[in-house]
């Protein structure tokens, strides 16, 4: 079982940027994919972004233009940079890791990202 550790959140004026990153630990191979989704209370998860172990990328439509993924497949992190963030960015964001093609998901405990004046 993979283990997801998160690092990065906090309090942003609208406008401004933040980083996110995740370490996965527990496995000795590279994470095929490693992602982003987020989630608001009393709303369904969403998802942000992920990127698999060849650098193939994939943004949520309402991320796209604004955040980008990146990885180092030597030490299985994931970083998520959000830029020109918005109050509707605010919620808490999940990364998760999918250890091979359709695995099941190991999750993090979670990064609170908050988008306000």
């Known amino acids: 079982q993979v283990q997801l550790v998160e690092s990065g959140g906090g309090l942003v004026q609208p406008g401004g940027s933040l980083r996110l990153s995740c370490a996965a630990n527990?496995?000795?191979?590279?994470?095929?994919?490693m992602g982003w989704h987020r989630q608001v209370p009393g709303k369904q998860r969403e998802f942000v972004a992920d990127?698999?172990?060849?650098?193939?990328?994939d943004y949520g439509d309402s991320v796209k233009g604004r955040f980008t993924i990146s990885r180092d497949n030597g030490k299985n992190t994931v970083s998520l940079q959000m830029n020109n963030l918005e109050p509707d960015d605010t919620a808490v964001y999940y990364c998760y890791a999918e250890r091979v093609k359709f695995a099941v998901r190991s999750w993090g405990q979670g990064a609170q990202v908050t988008v306000s004046s």
């Open positions: 527990g496995t000795a191979f590279t994470i095929y994919k």
């Open positions: 990127i698999t172990s060849s650098n193939i990328r």
